[in-house]
Nanobody
């Protein structure tokens, strides 16, 4: 049974930082691309960042590039999202997702990902 469990969300002031974690079980973690997406109220789910196993190669959305950093610990089946210089527009529910058996390339479309976590709320106050 696949499980993705996010943690680390919360309330932070603009300019602050948060670090999200996602612990995966039941997936072949080392052969998977791991991604972070977010969804704000009334908006579609959007790609935030993704990282593959080989390289590793990371990809970011234009809105998070330079502020967010994705990383992974294959030994612990965990992926992280370090979020710095947070802005009110970063407020959303953040989801961890896995694109299984993808060794190269990072896809940015939500429908390409096989499994999802339950999400963690990030709220940035102005």
């Amino acid at each position: 049974q696949v499980q993705l469990v996010e943690s680390g969300g919360g309330l932070v002031q603009a300019g602050g930082s948060l670090r999200l974690s996602c612990a995966a079980s039941g997936v072949t973690f080392s052969l998977s691309v791991m991604g972070w997406f977010r969804q704000a109220p009334g908006k579609e789910r959007e790609f935030v960042a993704g990282i593959n196993w080989k390289g590793p190669k990371s990809v970011y959305s234009d809105s998070t590039k330079g502020r967010f950093t994705i990383s992974r610990d294959n030994a612990k089946n965990t992926v992280f999202l370090q979020m710095n210089t947070l802005k009110p527009e970063d407020t959303a529910v953040y989801y961890c997702a896995v694109d299984q058996f993808r060794i190269t390339g990072v896809r940015t479309t939500a429908s390409d990902y096989d499994y999802w976590g339950q999400g963690t709320q990030v709220t940035v106050s102005s």
